[in-house]
């Protein structure tokens, strides 16, 4: 079995910054794409950045010049830099991962997800 366990969440006003943080451990042999995701009250989850083993980025517009993503594949591990939030990220973020168990084994995993609330 495989966790993910998110943490760096929390409260933070208007143009303020947070760094969310996402370890994976367990039965792993290898860690490809991991990414961040949210899902805002009412709403759909949607994927916020990814990056991949070899360490190419992907990010939704919206957030695009404002968070960084970043991994450490020696601790199984990525980082969400989130600078001049808006109160329209509010939401529960969600790490996620792509597992390979062993060469013939690949799963998709979750992490309980953290809330970032965007408030004055």
């Known amino acids: 079995q495989v966790q993910l366990v998110e943490s760096g969440g929390g409260l933070v006003q208007p143009g303020g910054s947070l760094r969310l943080s996402c370890v994976a451990s367990?039965?792993?042999?290898?860690?490809?794409?991991m990414g961040w995701y949210r899902r805002a009250p009412g709403e759909q989850r949607e994927l916020v950045a990814d990056?991949?083993?070899?360490?190419?980025?992907k990010y939704e517009d919206s957030v695009k010049g404002r968070f960084t993503i970043s991994r450490d594949n020696t601790k199984n591990a990525i980082y969400l830099q989130m600078s001049g939030l808006k109160p329209e990220d509010t939401a529960v973020y969600y790490c996620n991962a792509d597992v390979r168990q062993n060469p013939w084994v690949r799963s998709t995993y979750w992490g309980q997800g953290t809330q970032v609330t965007v408030s004055a």
């Open positions: 990056i991949t083993k070899d360490g190419r980025e």
């Open positions: 367990g039965d792993i042999f290898t860690v490809n794409t």
